[in-house]
Each structure stands twice: as structure tokens, then as C-alpha cells.
């Protein structure tokens, strides 16, 4: 893990008060409205870096990435295309389809993932 710096302390206390994905746009836009200096590029990095060591989700949509806090270690999610509202799943099916198919072709320590996405009972009444 890296250094504990002030900034990567900001990006994820930031991150941790969002209950959702949100882009690194966003989540400076945030750092911002709260008094704070940080670059969008310091962000980014951030960002990044924290994808990188497990400690951030990142997924893409519509072509822009996403992060979140998230749990250590592997799991799944599922997340509303409308409001972006994020849950992690258990999802032992998956994990266990995931290594018959490996051992089915002949290969070992698989990895894979797989987020779900609808539309939460929030938002379905608005998409109806």
C-alpha cells in the first residue's frame, strides 16, 4: 500500500461519504465544494492507484470510469443504471460456474467479474 499522503486521505473520505460509483470529475467537484485544493490530476492518480490495491471498484459506463469504497477482497455487485445505487451480492453460483467452466477448458485459478445492473425500486416508478 502506498503512503498515507493528506490528499489520498481526502479522495477517500470523499469517496467513502457517497454511497455510489461516482467519476473522478465528480468526486473533485466535491473536494472542491468542501474548501479542499487537490487537482483533478492528484484525483485521478488516486483513484487509480486505490483501483489498483483493491481498496476502490472501478467499473466503466458509457465510457467514462467509475469508482466507489468498496469491501476488500473479491465479491460482486449489483447497481441501478438509473441513479447509480450500488449493493454487493454474495454470488456463490457465479464462483462456482466460474471454476467448472475454467476446469472445463483446462484451465486453473480463474478470475472474473461480474456487476448486475436494473433499476432499483426507487427508480422504477420513474422509467415506467
Not at 450500488?86 to 456487476?115: C, L, M, N
Request: with cysteine; aromatic share 6%; net charge negative.
Amino acid at each position: 500500500m502506498k503512503r498515507n499522503t493528506k490528499q489520498r486521505e481526502e479522495v477517500w473520505r470523499a469517496l467513502e461519504r457517497n454511497p455510489g460509483f461516482v467519476s473522478a470529475q465528480e468526486l473533485h467537484q466535491a473536494l472542491r465544494e468542501l474548501g479542499s485544493s487537490i487537482g483533478l490530476a492528484t484525483v485521478y492518480r488516486t483513484l487509480n492507484a486505490l483501483a489498483d490495491e483493491g481498496n476502490v471498484d472501478a467499473l466503466t459506463r458509457e465510457g467514462e470510469n467509475l469508482y466507489r469504497a468498496c469491501s476488500p477482497g473479491h465479491h460482486h455487485h449489483i447497481i441501478c443504471r438509473e441513479c447509480g445505487l450500488t449493493k454487493e451480492i454474495e454470488a456463490s453460483a457465479v464462483e462456482s460456474w466460474a471454476k467448472a467452466v475454467a476446469a472445463e477448458h483446462g484451465y486453473s485459478d480463474p478470475q472474473h467479474i461480474v456487476d448486475i445492473f436494473g433499476t432499483c425500486g426507487a427508480c422504477q416508478p420513474r422509467v415506467a
